[in-house]
């Protein structure tokens, strides 16, 4: 069999690792093998895959854009860990793409705590396995139920909430819906942080698209794990008003401290980093 007939027949089958998580649906496409899938991985079903191209029809540059999203949070992450921040909890964190947030950070804090936050099976039996040679801590749990995430972090005692915190909320604000609040879902998730700490986002936005340009892209998650909402840039940046925004401030995931080339028929593909005070 050649090595494209095999991959292909890998991918028919789901994730590379060979299993099916318990309380796993593969036709119900998921968030994280979504963007796996945009990022160029093989962690994902075709439900997935299908997904994943209906938002390319209505948003072609949306690999291009996850890219760049990985791009940024390299750039991020490095610096709160060159800056001396030892601890990170990255809620959704996805599939593992190397460099990782803990590659990225024990380059600098070679004792770093980490936690990866996420609901997906596949996402927690990858960062489950990463335990065993890295020692990172992979929680179950849901972005929108910030009570119930602090919860099983102050239970797990990996945290110490009493030292800085690097809060990572990386491409997933979008998927918290309007009646939720995603402003109070955020300060839910920064009020118990020492200060010091540092919160990173990126979230993808509306731009200046059209309604029916944003409907369509919507409709790509409508069946999916959590449903898209692309908020405006100004809903993002109100967000934002309570916290101390670092240079450059709320700006594209291409120009977020470099000087990427930005491709046309964008959205807008917002990040930014608030150091909690």
């Known amino acids: 069999m050649s090595e494209e007939n095999a991959q292909e027949n890998r991918q028919e089958s789901g994730p590379e690792n060979g ?17 796996d899938y945009l990022l160029g991985g093989k962690d994902n079903f075709a439900s997935d895959r299908a997904a994943a191209e ?10 291009d854009i996850a890219q ?37 950070v024990r380059e600098h804090q070679p004792d ?9 099976p596949v996402v927690l039996a ?38 800085p915190v690097g809060l990572l909320l990386i491409s997933v604000m979008h998927f918290v819906r309007r009646e ?3 402003a109070a879902v955020i300060r839910a998730y920064t009020e118990p942080l020492a200060a010091g700490s540092h919160m990173v986002m990126s979230v993808a936005t509306g731009g200046t698209l059209s309604d029916e340009e944003i409907a369509k892209a919507e409709s790509a998650y409508a069946h999916a794990s959590s449903a898209l909402t692309l908020y405006r840039p ?32 964008l959205g807008a593909p917002l990040a930014a980093v608030a150091r909690i005070s």
């Open 126 to 163: 990858h960062t489950r396995a990463l335990r065993a040679t890295t020692g990172v801590t992979a929680l179950d749990g849901d972005l929108r139920r910030p009570d119930e995430m602090l919860g099983q972090l102050r239970e797990s005692g990996v945290i110490d909430f009493s030292q």
């Open 234 to 265: 100004a809903d993002v940046a109100g967000w934002l008003e309570p916290y101390e925004l670092l240079e450059p401030g709320l700006v594209s995931y291409y120009k977020w401290r470099a000087e990427e080339i930005e491709p046309g028929g």
């Open 112 to 120: 770093a705590r980490i936690v990866y936050v996420d609901n997906d």
């Open 180 to 182: 939720e609040d995603p």
């Open 54 to 63: 209906h938002l390319l029809s209505a948003q072609p540059t949306a690999r």
């Open 68 to 104: 760049a999203n990985r791009r940024f949070l390299v750039r991020a992450v490095r610096l709160l860990a060159e800056s001396g921040i030892r601890q990170f909890v990255d809620i959704g964190a996805g599939i593992p793409t190397s460099p990782n947030v803990h590659e990225i």
């Open 19 to 35: 299993q099916t998580p318990a309380a796993l649906d593969p036709n119900v496409p998921s968030t994280a093998r979504v963007y």
